[in-house]
T-cell receptor, first 111, second 111 residues
Framework: NAGVTQTPKFQVLKTGQSMTLQCAQDMNHEYMSWYRQDPGMGLRLIHYSVGAGITDQGEVPNGYNVSRSTTEDFPLRLLSAAPSQTSVYFC??????????FGPGTRLTVT | GQQVMQIPQYQHVQEGEDFTTYCNSSTTLSNIQWYKQRPGGHPVFLIQLVKSGEVKKQKRLTFQFGEAKKNSSLHITATQTTDVGTYFCAGKGRNTGKLIFGQGTTLQVKP
């Protein structure tokens, strides 16, 4: 099993550009989520999904879109990147109420 | 909305000293999880507590869940340099699918 994979590992964007961060898991987990990590702020929940076709907002959803068309994939879309979105992004998956498995993260810089 | 506060933000200890981090939620939790993140890495699951007043031990680590299921603590006895990292608590509310993380406590251990 590959676990949770994220691509790309690093990305530099210019303000206003759009991009999609990819996340995939091969553990058949129903629960997937996206977090951003900034110094001193811990991990903040952006969006989460409790199953295919179901998504909901987390603590800091503005500027981000998600979709969950399959159990395996949970992409995060930045529609118009802003410098405030410079961060490290982690995707995670789990069985409901269970241990979260995190991907290796994507380090995003917006200039 | 649900908030999870964690203190202290940083802790420097001499190797062999004990260490404790505390976690408090604004709402009653269905469960609480603890994670460890090494510098440059991703969060890794340590343990989950579900029952009111629950205490679990993993070698030198002791985890407690408060009677009211709104607070938790992690205590490390006789720290070692391998304990260095950031420790996060994460709580899931009773009526929500969101897993909210605290800000984390970064532990430095001086040999």
């Amino acid at each position: 099993n590959a676990g949770v994979t994220q691509t790309p590992k690093f990305q530099v964007l210019k303000t206003g550009q759009s991009m999609t961060l990819q996340c995939a898991q091969d553990m058949n987990h129903e629960y997937m989520s996206w977090y951003r990590q900034d110094p001193g702020m811990g991990l903040r929940l952006i969006h989460y999904s409790v199953g295919a076709g179901i998504t909901d907002q987390g603590e800091v959803p503005n500027g981000y879109n998600v979709s969950r068309s399959t159990t395996e994939d949970f992409p995060l879309r930045l529609l118009s990147a802003a410098p405030s979105q410079t961060s490290v992004y982690f995707c995670a998956s789990s069985y409901h109420n269970g241990e979260q498995y995190f991907g290796p993260g994507t380090r995003l810089t917006v200039t | 909305g649900q908030q999870v506060m964690q203190i202290p933000q940083y802790q420097h200890v001499q190797e062999g000293e004990d260490f404790t981090t505390y976690c408090n939620s604004s709402t009653t939790l269905s469960n609480i999880q603890w994670y460890k993140q090494r510098p440059g890495g991703h969060p890794v699951f340590l343990i989950q507590l579900v029952k009111s007043g629950e205490v679990k031990k993993q070698k030198r680590l002791t985890f407690q869940f408060g009677e009211a299921k709104k607070n938790s603590s992690l205590h490390i006895t006789a720290t070692q340099t391998t304990d260095v990292g950031t420790y996060f608590c994460a709580g899931k509310g009773r009526n929500t699918g969101k897993l909210i993380f605290g800000q984390g406590t970064t532990l430095q251990v001086k040999p």
